[in-house]
């Protein structure tokens, strides 16, 4: 935590810096996007995990202060609802399926988890600003606040084929989150078309590294770690309530 504190310090006094002695904007965005996140638990002791698929979205707002050199400095803020979770990959010593001894099915488990999340970013973008294309990095901390979880199953616990499974660590499936709030860094890469008139059209790629973990990790806990990676792929639409008054602004 205090190295990702250091990182996002360092970049936020970057662009502060610009923002002290470069060509001066004063230029606000609101809109709204949502995307698809892909997410697995980090587990230690380790749970053989496939890609969990959820949906994300929610409202967007910038502010532009900058442009120094060729970098256009701003803040980026995110309010969002987001469906993470971790999908269990359930397979025998010969990558075969898991068999449920009772039903002859293959044993599927899923966890969803519903968060509320803030992410905030400082951004350099590079290229046209009103009309044409702006490639984008964005760094910075995320907050999230844990709303709700569910269980996709097709097997009673109890009766779950444990003796096939290459892992034998089954304590995450009936334990509840027990840590509401989550908090880490995301980092992203993105290109932009603005138009002067309709607005801007985002479209990035961005990674998550949890900080913090899902389920208590002291010595007396089963778990030693339970932190989120995620990777996000996002669309976002914002239009300009503020522009600074610069005919030279292209």
């Known amino acids: 935590m205090k190295q990702f504190s250091i990182f996002f310090l360092l970049l936020l006094n970057v662009v502060l810096a610009h923002a002290q002695v470069g060509d001066h904007r ?14 697995t638990i980090g587990f230690l002791p380790e749970v053989p995990q496939k890609q969990h698929m959820g949906f994300f979205g929610g409202i967007a707002i910038r502010y532009t202060s900058e442009k120094y050199f060729s970098s256009i400095c701003a803040l980026h803020a995110e309010l969002n609802m987001a469906q993470m979770g971790w999908t269990e990959e359930l397979l025998t010593p010969t990558d075969e399926p898991v068999i449920n001894t009772v039903t002859g099915l293959a044993e599927e488990y899923q966890r969803d988890i519903t968060y509320l999340q803030i992410p905030v970013f400082a951004r350099l973008g590079w290229g046209r600003e009103r009309r044409g294309m702006q490639f984008f990095f964005q760094a910075g901390p995320q907050l999230g606040i ?18 096939q499974r290459t892992s034998s660590t089954v304590r995450q499936d009936t334990m509840s989150v027990e840590r509401r709030f989550d908090y880490g860094i995301t ?14 059209f985002l479209v990035e790629g961005r990674y998550y590294y949890g900080l913090g973990d ?34 030279d602004i292209k």
């Open 26 to 39: 004063s230029e606000l965005a609101v809109g709204a996007g949502g995307g698809l996140v892909m997410s």
């Open 146 to 163: 844990y709303l709700n979880e569910k269980t996709k199953s097709n097997f009673d616990f109890e009766q779950r084929n444990t003796a």
């Open 187 to 200: 980092a992203g890469l993105g290109v932009e078309f603005s138009h002067p008139k309709i607005g801007h």
């Open 214 to 247: 899902i389920y208590g990790n002291s010595k007396r806990d089963f778990f030693g770690r339970s932190n989120f990676g995620s990777i996000y792929v996002k669309f976002t639409y914002l239009f300009d309530l503020k522009k600074t008054a610069n005919k």
